[in-house]
């Protein structure tokens, strides 16, 4: 099945810093999805990408759905300590199928006060 | 917007009982919904895809037996954890899927500690 590929696993940061992941996959994907995870909570949708090349923000989260339509990455500006938490990147094993998703492994994120 | 339910959030049970997990998608229907189970530190693991008015479909490994899914509306599945043990202990999470965005929502989780 498609395989999605996340980086960083983890990552440290000052309260302010910016913060960049990303995903790639072997297969096109026609969706990207990105989810926050906090501690004992279920996943939140941050955002949702449709077309290849577009960019879309939700407040300080933007995320590209890149041109390859294999890899997205979602960026973090000026990090603050309630941005902690795992996230996860997610898109359709079967594009038009009964919306099945696969996930990235997670990045880990912890912001130092 | 869209909203997943997923009740209880956390469970204790002895060794041997059943426990049952509800997700009710609150605005919207849901003919399909999904079961994940997640390890501490581990990405979801899909378990099964529930189906209203049909049987589950269930992922490679997953027992369906000690696992039972029931979708009976078009906002509920329940997922039953049959003769838990402490082995099933884990963090259970819903979804459902909004079709006109092709996205899920997601429960909360429901944490089972089996002692």
Known sequence: ?113 | GAVVSQHPSWVICKSGTSVKIECRSLDFQATTMFWYRQFPKQSLMLMATSNEGSKATYEQGVEKDKFLINHASLTLSTLTVTSAHPEDSSFYICSAPLASRDIQYFGAGTRLSVL
Not at chain 1, 73 to 90: E, K, M, Q, R, T
């Open chain 1, 1 to 113: 099945g498609q395989q999605l590929n996340q980086s960083p696993q983890s990552m440290f940061i000052q309260e302010g810093e910016d913060v960049s992941m990303n995903c790639t996959s072997s297969s096109i994907f026609n969706t990207w999805l990105w989810y926050k995870q906090d501690p004992g909570e279920g996943p939140v949708l941050l955002i949702a990408l449709y077309k290849a090349g577009e960019l879309t923000s939700n407040g300080r989260l933007t995320a590209q759905f890149g041109i390859t339509r294999k890899d997205s990455f979602l960026n973090i500006s000026a990090s603050i300590p309630s941005d902690v938490g795992i996230y996860f990147c997610a898109g359709p094993i079967n594009p038009g199928s009964n919306y099945k998703l696969t996930f990235g492994k997670g990045t880990l994120l912890t912001v130092n006060p």
